[in-house]
Nanobody, 123 residues
C-alpha cells in the first residue's frame, strides 16, 4: 500500500510559476514510476508528466513540454512538478500517482493516487 499527499497548488496569474510536491508513504518508493495527471472541470483526467524510479526516463504531454519539469527525490519519497509560464488552460486539479514499473501515459495503469491539489491560473 502506498499513500500519496500532494501540495503546492494555489492561485497564480498567467505567466507565473508553481511547484507541486507529492510525498509518498508506505511501501518502497524507489521502485515506483510516478506520474502527474490533471482534471479540469467537465473534462477527463489527462496525462501531464511521468518519471521512472531512477529518473532516467521522463515523459511529458505536448501541452506542457518546455514549461513543466518533473523530478523526484527518492530519499525524501517525493516527486515534484515545477510549472512555469502557466496558462489559464492549465487550471485543473492535479493528481500524482504511482505504478510499479516503467512510466506510462494511461491513468488506468497506475495503482495508487493522491487526493489532488487545485491549480488555478487567472488571465
Amino acid at each position: 500500500q502506498v499513500q500519496l499527499v500532494e501540495s503546492g497548488g494555489g492561485l497564480v496569474q498567467a505567466g507565473g510559476s508553481l511547484r507541486l510536491s507529492c510525498t509518498a508513504s508506505g511501501r518502497t518508493f524507489s521502485m515506483y514510476a510516478m506520474g502527474w495527471f490533471r482534471q479540469a472541470p467537465g473534462k477527463e483526467r489527462e496525462f501531464v508528466a511521468a518519471i521512472s524510479w531512477s529518473g532516467g526516463t521522463i515523459d511529458y504531454a505536448d501541452s506542457v513540454k518546455d514549461r513543466f519539469t518533473i523530478s523526484r527525490d527518492n530519499a525524501k519519497k517525493t516527486v515534484y512538478l515545477q510549472m512555469n509560464t502557466l496558462k489559464p488552460e492549465d487550471t485543473a486539479v492535479y493528481y500524482c500517482a504511482v505504478r510499479y514499473g516503467t512510466p506510462r501515459r494511461s491513468q488506468y495503469e497506475y495503482d495508487y493516487w493522491g487526493q489532488g491539489t487545485q491549480v488555478t491560473v487567472s488571465s
